[in-house]
């Protein structure tokens, strides 16, 4: 695989889970470099909050990757231009930046949907696009899958998803230990996702 990957996605927001995902591929070196490129507000996610504070959140979250000395590097050009972002879109506008086919981070569970995706009909994404699978522990992997070019990684991390975090702010309930100190205090100091 190459050696550097693409971590596309909502963060909303960014979780100790996402921080954890990049420290152990890069420590356990399956990549040397990645990529952390946030979307732009899509239509079928629910934001609760401004485009300007998903912004400075992201900036603030890449941050706090580079203040660990992680080989990061931080991608705004979806997350400032707002349209519905495909899978092939983002790999060809890092095919034509970076020059080659970068790998791309998924979560398990896009396993099985990947096939089923209409702007997925020439089998691309499921065998040509280079993929990391995380593993989440409540997923069963299906016996058979119709697939190339992936790994899966199993980084033993406490899991922990975005949407989880908004209902616990929403309930006023501590979220000290899955959020990343600097993300906890944006949110705070901002009264998001309240």
Same mark, same amino acid.
């Given at each position: 695989m190459n050696s550097i990957a693409i971590y596309w996605?909502?963060?909303?927001?960014?979780t100790i889970w996402h921080f954890e995902v990049i420290n152990k591929l890069l420590t356990k070196k399956i990549v040397e470099k /990645? /990529?952390?490129?946030?979307? &732009?507000?899509r239509k079928d996610k629910d934001y609760k909050i401004s485009s300007e504070d998903r912004i400075k959140m992201m900036q603030v979250f890449f941050e706090e990757l580079r203040n660990k000395w992680l080989n990061v590097?931080?991608?705004?050009?979806? !997350? *400032?231009?707002? &349209?519905? +972002? $495909? $899978?092939m879109e983002v790999e060809n506008y890092f095919k034509d930046k970076l020059w080659f086919q970068a790998t791309h981070i998924f979560w398990i569970d896009t396993i099985t949907n990947m096939p089923n995706r209409v702007w997925n009909e020439n089998k691309y994404i499921e065998n040509k !696009?280079?993929? /990391?699978f995380i593993n989440r522990k409540w997923f069963l992997l299906p016996k058979e899958i119709d697939m190339q070019n992936y790994q899966i990684f199993d980084l033993d991390i406490l899991e922990i998803s975005s +949407? +989880?975090?908004? @209902?616990?702010i929403k309930n006023k309930m501590r979220v000290d230990h899955i959020l990343?100190? *600097?993300i906890r205090d944006y /949110?705070? @100091?901002? &009264? !998001?996702y309240i």
């Open positions: 996605g909502a963060f909303n927001p960014p /990645i /990529i952390f490129s946030p979307d &732009w507000q590097d931080f991608e705004d050009y979806f !997350l *400032k231009n707002p &349209w519905n +972002t $495909t $899978t !696009l280079k993929k /990391i +949407t +989880t975090v908004r @209902e616990m990343t100190p *600097k /949110i705070e @100091e901002n &009264w !998001l």
